[in-house]
């Protein structure tokens, strides 16, 4: 499978090579309307929420065609240049089971590259087989390259770690959290599209836990893990280690 053809990686690459892993300051809401609740239409004709100081904001929506079957892509934005995603969305979300969830940390140098230092791009290939072959789902596609250090900061991570350490002493080496990923943004977008009950397609204990903390109740963790290449085992087995990830046979 191509993944490039799916249409999720962003043409705008510089959102990913943002130079820190700092929670984004909250900024004035785009195109929201200043009271709670729905708001006026916004400049495009999409509609636009605030609730709080927090804004979500569906930019536009377009039919998807993908190998792994028919898909709606939509953009959200939120506050600040860091809330930015897209969703793709198949089935019916309100059904009786409920829809399979990725939400997916943006990875060029896997996802599009082929890099073998990571397992990104397989778990994004999994995650779109498994939601395609599910009543409904959504993969959730985030600018949180090198778990939310940038994608500059992240190739330095990488020098740093051919020289001996592993990818969580390197991003700390930086100056960084083990892992600086935010999901309140994620929880705000399932939400805005219904998804209140998912089944989450993930390893990482942590993301459930920031789901559920943001409103989304979780009914069940559906194991990511494809079969792992031996050059990426080193930093697999790092995060089960000291990131306390879900993972099989390593």
């Known amino acids: 499978m191509n993944v490039t053809n799916t249409g999720l990686i962003y043409s705008n690459i510089g959102m990913a090579t943002n130079n820190t892993a700092r929670k984004p300051a909250p900024g004035a809401p785009r195109g929201t309307a200043k009271r709670s609740g729905k708001s006026a239409t916004a400049a495009d004709g999409k509609s636009a929420r605030t609730i709080g100081k927090k804004s979500i904001r569906r930019v536009a929506s377009a039919a998807l065609p993908t ?3 028919k898909f709606t892509i939509y953009g959200f934005t939120g506050n600040g240049p860091q809330e930015e995603a897209v969703a793709l969305v198949r089935g019916n979300l309100n059904g009786k089971s409920a829809p399979l969830v990725r939400v997916h940390s943006q990875c060029l140098t896997g996802d599009v590259l082929h890099s073998l230092r990571c397992d990104c791009r397989a778990q994004l290939e999994l995650s779109l087989k498994k939601i395609g072959q599910a009543p409904s789902g959504i ?6 390259e090198g778990r939310g250090i940038g994608l500059m900061n992240k190739i330095r991570a990488y020098e740093l770690q051919d020289h001996g350490m592993d990818t969580v002493e390197a991003n700390e080496s930086l100056g960084f959290a083990a892992d600086s990923r935010d999901y309140d943004f994620s929880a705000r977008i399932l939400k805005e599209l219904g998804a209140k009950k998912i089944r989450l397609l993930s390893n990482n204990p942590e993301k459930v836990r920031q789901l559920e903390n943001s409103g989304i109740e979780v009914v069940e963790r559906v194991p990511c893990q494809p079969r792992v290449h031996k050059t990426s085992r080193a930093y697999l087995q790092t995060k089960k280690k ?9």
């Open 67 to 69: 190998a792994n079957g």
């Open 139 to 144: 993969l959730l596609y985030l600018p949180q």
């Open 242 to 250: 000291k990131m306390g990830h879900l993972l099989d046979k390593l």
